[in-house]
């Protein structure tokens, strides 16, 4: 069969000695001379272009091993490294602490004004909890100058952490509104900052009521009032301490140079706190007492307190008996 004819028109397979001499025609289509070259030449492309393939795939598998290294290294450090944990509790007495506080008790609630005790929970939304009329006045004409006064809150800077208690929130809102810290400043607090609950004593009219909680609590940090049978909690001074210290934990762990004004519905909370910082005994905490409306900075154990010649050293605060 010569170069290029054929008669042969089927479609099956060629047989060795055809594809052979296909081979030989398409030789004899190249001019002899330039053979050498085109031969060369392809030879040369094809190993550049080997060369050059795994070139790139070599490169790129050395980018994603590299990659991979360091996203392995970054995700490990934290294990091998930790961060040190912020959070801890309050420990007293305290000689230092991140933010600045200022204690407050709420203005004088209805129930105060009418001269009953109501600690019990259930009734802490209600309007018997609520403010006063004199109440507001409070607030309005005796606790935001004093707080003016300390520059506890600069240029509105500053977080309330009010109890939920009515006359307590109602006094963190209208300290935001006349502070200028807005309500988006308020943090209320669910339930470390109830009033102290007085079991039995409940619904005695004030006056009676810490007559026989003074007395009580002189005894001892773990001393209680009776239970009484309608559910009020009956809360010895050493309980109020250890809500009281889930309420700096938190603040302390939240922030840190800040200034935080503690809004209190009732004295204790106020008083037990201080004396746990001061690491004075408990059982002198009625020494700090606060009145409706009041307003104190948060005095540290490193400074004097205001009550010297009635507290003493305790050797284990805040268990000294």
């Known amino acids: 069969m010569a170069c290029g004819t054929g008669s042969d028109t089927t479609h099956s397979r060629p047989s060795s000695s055809q594809w052979m001499k296909t081979k030989r025609c398409a030789a004899r289509k190249t001019p002899a001379r330039f053979l050498p070259f085109v031969n060369a030449a392809s030879c040369v492309n094809t190993q550049q272009s080997t060369l050059a393939s795994d070139l790139s795939r070599r490169q790129t598998l050395q980018q994603m091993m590299l990659a991979a290294a360091a996203l392995s290294l970054d995700a490990t450090s934290h294990f091998v490294h930790p961060r040190r944990a912020e959070a801890a509790l309050v420990q007293f007495p305290a000689a230092d602490l991140r933010n600045s506080y200022y204690l407050v008790r709420a203005g004088e609630g209805q129930c105060e004004a009418d001269n009953y005790v109501l600690t019990n929970t259930v009734f802490k939304t209600s309007t018997s909890n609520g403010l006063s009329s004199t109440g507001k006045r409070q607030v309005a004409r005796q606790i935001v100058p004093a707080l003016r006064e300390l520059d506890a809150c600069p240029d509105g800077g500053c977080w309330l952490w009010p109890s939920i208690t009515q006359r307590s929130y109602q006094t963190a809102e209208i300290l935001a509104s006349l502070l200028g810290t807005g309500y988006s400043r308020i943090v209320p607090e669910y339930s470390f900052l109830d009033p102290r ?11 009676s009521a810490n007559q026989q909680l003074q007395e009580g609590d002189l005894l001892s940090p773990n001393w209680r009032p009776r239970l009484g049978t309608d559910g009020t909690p009956n809360e010895s001074s050493q309980d109020v301490l250890i ?47 606060f009145a409706p409306g009041e307003v104190r900075p948060l005095q540290m154990a490193a400074e004097p307190t205001a009550v010297v010649s009635k507290s003493y050293t305790c050797r284990n605060p805040p268990k000294c008996f």
């Open 197 to 207: 609950g007085v079991g039995s004593l409940e619904g005695l009219t004030y006056e």
């Open 243 to 289: 809500r009281v210290r889930q309420v700096m934990s938190i603040c302390e762990t939240q922030w840190t140079n800040n200034n935080v004004i503690i809004i209190s519905p009732d004295s204790d909370n106020l008083s037990i706190l201080q004396a746990g910082i001061l690491g004075i005994d408990l059982r002198r905490h009625h020494d700090f007492a």
